[in-house]
Structure formats: C-alpha cells, structure tokens
Nanobody
Framework: QLQLVESGGGLVQPGGSLRLSCAAS????????IGWFRQAPGKEREAVSC????????RHADSVKDRFTISTDNAKSTVYLQMNSLKPEDTRIYYC????????????????????WGQGTQVTVSS
C-alpha cells in the first residue's frame, strides 16, 4: 500500500517562507520520481517542482524558479518543498505525487505521469 501525506501548509505573509513535507510509506523512495503540484478551485492542476529517482535531477515551473527548492531525505522517506519569497498567487492546495521507474531517473512536470497522490495541504499567502 503506497501512501503520501503532505504537511506544512498554513497562512503566511507575502515574502515569507514555508516548508512542505511529503511523507512516503509503502515503497522505496529512491526508485520513484516525486512531483509537487498545486490547484485552485475551478482551475487545472499545475506542476510546481519535481525530483527524479536520481536526486540531482530536478525541474521547476517558471513561476517558482529561484524561489522554491525540492529535496529528499531518503532516511526519513520524505520529500520537501522549501518555498521562499511567497506571493499571493502562490495560494493553492499543494499535492505531492509519485511514479515508479521514471525514464532515465528523470521527473516530468506533467500530472498524468504520476500514479499516486496525497490528499493535499493548503497554502495561503495573504497580508
């Protein structure tokens, strides 16, 4: 049974920071690609960041480049999304997702590429 549980969301002022966590269980993290996605009501789910099964392979959406960082701690079976310089437009529900055996160990910023999804954590950026 594969399970992903997000945590770390909350309310933060513009310019502030949050670190989201995605705790994985039931599988070995080192053989999976992990993606972070976000979604607002009535909008399409959009990719934020991802990391391949080779942890030096990461990708980011243009909207979060130089502000967000994705990393893994295999010993804790956890993937992190460090979010800095947050903007009101970052307000979304954030989801983590996983897929097994990514091609060449790389991740994709495409939601259809992922098999397993967490329940999401709310991030609200407001003054």
């Amino acid at each position: 049974q594969l399970q992903l549980v997000e945590s770390g969301g909350g309310l933060v002022q513009p310019g502030g920071s949050l670190r989201l966590s995605c705790a994985a269980s039931g599988f070995t993290l080192d053989s999976y690609a992990i993606g972070w996605f976000r979604q607002a009501p009535g909008k399409e789910r959009e990719a934020v960041s991802c990391i391949g099964s080779s942890s030096d392979r990461t990708r980011h959406a243009d909207s979060v480049k130089d502000r967000f960082t994705i990393s893994t701690d295999n010993a804790k079976s956890t993937v992190y999304l460090q979010m800095n310089s947050l903007k009101p437009e970052d307000t979304r529900i954030y989801y983590c997702a996983a897929r097994s055996r990514p091609l060449f160990g790389r991740c994709a910023l495409t939601h259809s590429d992922y098999h397993y999804w967490g329940q999401g954590t709310q991030v609200t950026v407001s003054s």
